[in-house]
Structure formats: structure tokens, C-alpha cells
């Protein structure tokens, strides 16, 4: 081998060596708030400062402490209502739009629509539900809530079934159809099997978006009806409070056992409407 | 027309005709009355004119304390918008052309924080920041900030906030575009001759731009709408348009006012990040010659 070679080499590992000290200096900084939550659920301090102390005393305090857990169930409930809406006319909405041989004109004009609501910050969203909803005499609901929630994840499943539409060839539908089935029978045998894994990630991200999505939530909720975000608002507002720390805890393992769920049905790249060629 | 053509577009406006009538009468319709809900006539007045009308604009934009909120509710967006790149780029850039092999994996990991309550970001950043708080007495040990000094309620600790929620965004628009690119030019410029420096200015930038732009849509628009972390971080020091309208929402009722409020919000936040975007997308046209 060259010298000059070498040295080239030599540059290269240098180069992978220098790359990844920068990813691990990032990921080690995007990780110290969710960390710090962890570390300070088992800390005796209340006020979420040194020295460490470990102690489970907040874990118990978070089981007994009254509604949490109906407030928990009725925001997983919610959500997983908002999922199952959302994946149904979702799917409807990429199928009609990939096989609907619409105008291609408006197809890009629906396209976009869908991105408005991605991109509309949340709180003019909820603002603009609830200003309108009060206009037409209607105002904060449990119905409005939901259906709230499923307006603002809906693109998601769209767009996460749509990409998969656009990259898979279809040639079996055609001879399905050749074959004498029916449009619904075509669909069911065919076509819905190699969409489930997008459908069902499109589900996880709407059902993920919804459980978060504290603005919507806080301007539709019914007075008197509280969702987990708007719980840990009220109990953020209210300072630090070292029970808050146990509840993250859990959401954090949960969000991390969704995500690796999300990975495996479709790549990462995809979920976030960056459709990838596989 | 065939019959067949024609059954096919029934069946596709049945498909279609849900989510998009959902769409429209909670989001686009809404957004359009909103114009007609901030002219409404204030209570006051009683008579309603045109001119009484956008009465309402021009006092907001009369006020000296409203105007330094706008300044803030777009810079303090800008600024993190600007981090965000900064940071997610040289990171998109190291999972898609470094450690592709391990690339996604990492990816995933670093959506996970996404997904874990905004609320919770910012909660755990208010115990960081406090006074006795572990990053406070770390700049305090360095002598960067006295012993008694709070990093919270500055438009350092939003800011801060901001980069937390929406790193992952920008890092995954631009990680998109890089992937695209092919080994075999790069290669072929590094063979040619061309330093990091042309490779970063005539490939790989121009390239990445449509990346950069849609990161910046996902970052600085959603951004200036924030209403909680100007609230907790920002504490009285500082405040953005969202809290303000979250307040003439929950304290004094004035609808109108909110409906005018977010839409100076809504259309200045288009206008900064059309801005961005030509800037960026010049910069891919200088690049290209």
C-alpha cells in the first residue's frame, strides 16, 4: 500500500472518530431532561436538586393519589377512540386519492390540505375550533374534543398510508380484478393485508399525537373534564412536584416500547410523512 | 367519459368525502371565520363599521407592548429555528453518510424524547435551570452565573425549550434529502480533488436544501404558536403572542381580540418562514453556478 493511501485511511478513521464524539455529545444533551426525570423519581429531595437519596416514596404517593388513574384511563381511552377513527378514514382518504383516478390537480391540492393542520401551530388550531364551534352554538364537548383530536392526526395516517401506496407495486390488484373479483373483495384480499403495517403505524403515531396533544385538549375539554396533559399542566403550574417525576417515568417507558412498535412496522424515516424507498 | 371511469370517481369521492369534510369544517372554514370573528364589532360599541372593525388591528399594532410580544413571539422561534439547524444538520449529515449502518437505530432513538410530553421537557428543564437545579450549579461552579442566579425566565431558557422539542423534526427532514444523495458522487468529488469544504458547498448543502426548508416549516411555524413555555420558562419577564391570546381566551373573555391576535400570529409566522425559505433556496440557486 502507498504511503498517500494510508495516510487517506488513516484520515478516514480520524474522520468517523471525530463524527461520532459529535453524535454522542448530541444524543448524551437530547437525553439529560428525560434522564434527569428518571433519576429524580427515585430521589429523596422533593425539589428535584443534589444530592441523591434513593427512595420509592413517590411511586407510592403517585398510586394514591385520587383520579389520576381515571384521568389516565379516560385520555388511553380517548386516544385509542381517535386512533381507530383516524385509521379508518385515513385509509379511506390515501385510497381514494392514489386509486380514486382523480384529477391530478386535485389530488395535489387534497395532498396539501393535509398538511395544514400538520403545520397550523396547535394552540391557533384549538383557538380557531373553539371560536368557531361557539359561533355555531356549540362550544366545549366531549364530542368536539374528540373529534378535535382526530382533525389534527388524521394527515398522519394519510400520509404514512399514502407513501405506501405511491412505493408498492400493485400488479396483483389488477389481476385480481381481471380475475372477475369485486372491487371490496380485491381490497380485502390484496390490498388491505399490505397495508396494515403502515395503517397500524399511522394508529400508533395518531394514538401518540392525541395522548400529547395537550392545546387541542385544553381549549375543547369540557370544563370539569380533565385530560392527562392538562393534569400535568395544572400540577407543572403548581411547581415541582416529585410525584410528577414517578408519572414520567412511566410515560417514558411507554413512549420508548411505542416507538420501537412504530420502528418495526414502518421505517422510522417514513413515519414522519419522509416516505423512503425500501 | 366511460361508466366505468365514472363509478370509479363515485367511489373515490365516498373515500375521500370524511376525513376531508372533517378537515374543512374544523380546520379550513374555522381558519377563514376567523378573519370575520376578529372584525366583529367590539361589545362597546354596539354600532358595527369597517372602520371600528379594524380598529382592533390597528390598536394592536399601536401598542407598544403588543409590538415588543410580536418581535418576541418571532425572534425567540427564529433563533431556536437557527440552533435547530445548526445542531441537526452536522448531526443528519453523521447518520446518513457516517454510521449509515446504524443510522435508523439511532434515528429511533432519538425520536423517543418526541414522543415523551412536551410538558414534561419543559418541567424537567424548570429543575434543571432553578437555582440549586444540576445545569444552574454546573454554571455556577464555572463561574458563568452567580451562586443565586436563576437561568429560568429568559428568552435563553424558551429558547433552550424550543431546540429540546423540535431537534428531532429538522434532524429528520434533513436526513431525508442527505440519504438521497449517492455515495458514487461524492466519492467521485473527493476523487477529483474537492475538499470538505466544496463537497459541503456544491453538493451537499444545494442538495439538502428542500430538507432544510421543510425542517424549518416543522419547526419555526409550530414554534411561534407556543404558549406554555414562554408561561413557565419565560415567567413574567418575557411573553410571546400565544400566552396572550391563551389569556384573552381563559381570563377576560375577549374573543374578538383572541380571533385578531391569532391571526397576526398565524400570518406573521407564514411570512418569517416564507422569508427563510427564499433565503435558503437562494442560497441553493448561488451555490449551483
Redesign the interface.
Known sequence: MSAPRRRGARAGVLRRRLWGAYTTVVFVAMFVPVAYLVLMSFNTSPYGTLPFHPTTAWYARLFHEPGLAAITLHTLAMSGVVALACAALGSMAAMGLARGGLPRPLVALLRGVDLVPVTVPWLVLGVTMLLFLLLIGSGRSVLNLYLGNMVVVLPYVTILVSARLRNERFEQEEAGAQLGGTPLRVFLAITLPKLTPSILAGAIMAFMVSFNNFLIQYYLAPFGTATLPMEIYGLVRAGVRPDINALSTFLVVASILLVLALDRLVGIGASLGAPRER | MSRG?RA??R??????A???G??LA??????A??LA?SLTPARVHGIGSLALAFDRYLRFFRDAPSRIVLVDSLTIPAVATLLCLA?GW??A???AK??RRRG?A????????F??????????????L?V???LQ?AAATLGLVGGTQSLLYSRGAVTLALV?EY?P?MV??I??SL?RIEDSVLEAGRGLGAGAGRLFGEILWPRSVP?VI?GC??VF????????EP??LGGTRLSML?EV??AQ?NQTFD?PR??TV?LV??VC?VLGFALLALALDLSRRLARR
Open positions: 371511469h370509479r370517481r367511489a373515490a369521492a365516498v373515500l375521500l370524511p376525513a376531508y372533517l378537515i374544523l380546520v379550513l372554514v374555522p381558519l371565520s376567523l370573528y445542531i452536522p448531526l449529515y453523521a447518520l457516517v454510521h435508523n439511532l434515528l429511533v432513538i432519538l425520536m423517543t424524547p414522543f415523551v410530553s412536551y410538558l414534561l421537557i419543559i418541567y424537567a428543564l424548570m429543575g434543571l432553578q440549586g437545579g444540576p450549579a429540546y431537534l423534526f429528520l427532514s436526513y431525508g440519504e430538507g421543510a416549516a416543522l411555524i409550530p414554534a411561534t404558536g407556543s404558549f406554555v408561561q413557565i400565544g391570546i391563551n381566551i374573543l383572541a380571533a391569532s400570529l398565524t409566522a
